[in-house]
């Protein structure tokens, strides 16, 4: 869909429901960005099915259709409109931040609201993980990366899933697991296809970068 199709006040309403990733009055949205959605702007954005209103509700509650979602996933990637004001060319510049953070780390938009979504987990005393512990956790994350066997992930995306746990311990699992070829570990074969948060994530063996890790099938 063209962004010149959308008024700043509809792409402003459409981000604002997919910030809260919920349903919302027209209170809640005059709060968050200071209008309701009612009358011309409304219309369009439930005629173009991006937005479903609730009309029965008093005050009108609107929620984000799937290809409201997708049109907002897309601006994650979409190149600065020459009509866009300083703040929204400002809003955009980020969006391009998350949306090459997601791009490298593998993980989907749809994801990163679910995880918003769930609440937040009690306050635990540190467990300590041995040896075998980490190993296990490398290999659940891989699997929820994955999408058929023995395909190549980014470290990036593992470490993402295994952010809880000190990097000398799973650098240390990578090895032991790399060492007994229960894994593969490979450089990108492109540098130019690194992002920084690749770089980051980078596992050194041997002299040899690795960016890539696989499951050894037996």
Same mark, same amino acid.
């Given at each position: 869909?063209?962004?010149?199709?959308?008024?700043?006040?509809?792409?402003?309403? *459409?981000?604002?429901?997919?910030?809260?990733?919920?349903?919302?009055?027209?209170?809640?949205?005059?709060?968050?960005?200071?209008?309701?959605?009612?009358?011309?702007?409304?219309?369009?954005?439930?005629?173009? =099915?991006?937005?479903?209103?609730?009309?029965?509700? =008093?005050?009108?509650?609107?929620?984000?259709?799937?290809?409201? @979602?997708?049109?907002?996933?897309?601006? @994650?990637?979409?190149?600065?409109?020459?009509?866009?004001? +300083?703040?929204?060319?400002?809003?955009?510049?980020? *969006?391009?931040? @998350?949306?090459?953070?997601?791009?490298?780390?593998?993980?989907?938009?749809?994801?990163?609201?679910?995880?918003?979504?769930?609440?937040?987990?009690?306050?635990?005393?540190?467990?300590?993980?041995?040896? #075998?512990?980490?190993?296990?956790?490398?290999? +659940? #994350?891989?699997?929820?990366? #994955?999408?058929?066997?023995?395909? @190549?992930?980014?470290? #990036?995306? *593992?470490?993402?899933?295994?952010?809880?746990?000190?990097?000398?311990?799973?650098?240390?699992?990578?090895?032991?697991?790399?060492?007994?070829?229960?894994?593969?570990?490979?450089?990108?074969?492109?540098?130019?296809?690194?992002?920084?948060?690749?770089?980051?994530?980078?596992?050194?063996?041997?002299?040899?970068?690795?960016?890539?890790?696989?499951?050894?099938?037996?």
């Amino acid at each position: 869909m063209e962004y010149s199709q959308l008024s700043v006040k509809e792409r402003a309403a *459409l981000f604002a429901l997919l910030g809260e990733a919920r349903p919302m009055s027209n209170l809640e949205l005059e709060e968050r960005v200071g209008f309701r959605l009612v009358g011309p702007p409304r219309q369009r954005l439930n005629n173009m =099915r991006l937005v479903e209103t609730d009309e029965a509700s =008093r005050p009108f509650v609107h929620e984000l259709t799937d290809s409201g @979602f997708r049109w907002c996933a897309d601006q @994650f990637t979409a190149q600065r409109h020459t009509d866009a004001g +300083s703040i929204e060319s400002g809003l955009y510049a980020v *969006l391009a931040l @998350f949306g090459r953070y997601l791009q490298a780390t593998g993980v989907s938009l749809a994801d990163a609201v679910k995880v918003t979504q769930q609440p937040a987990p009690a306050p635990q005393e540190p467990v300590e993980s041995g040896p #075998a512990d980490v190993e296990a956790r490398i290999m +659940s #994350a891989y699997h929820e990366l #994955a999408p058929e066997p023995a395909y @190549f992930v980014k470290l #990036a995306g *593992l470490r993402s899933r295994l952010a809880d746990l000190p990097r000398a311990d799973v650098d240390a699992a990578l090895n032991r697991m790399y060492r007994a070829q229960r894994v593969n570990l490979i450089p990108q074969s492109s540098p130019r296809a690194l992002s920084d948060v690749d770089r980051e994530a980078v596992l050194r063996i041997g002299g040899q970068d690795k960016h890539l890790m696989s499951e050894v099938l037996r």
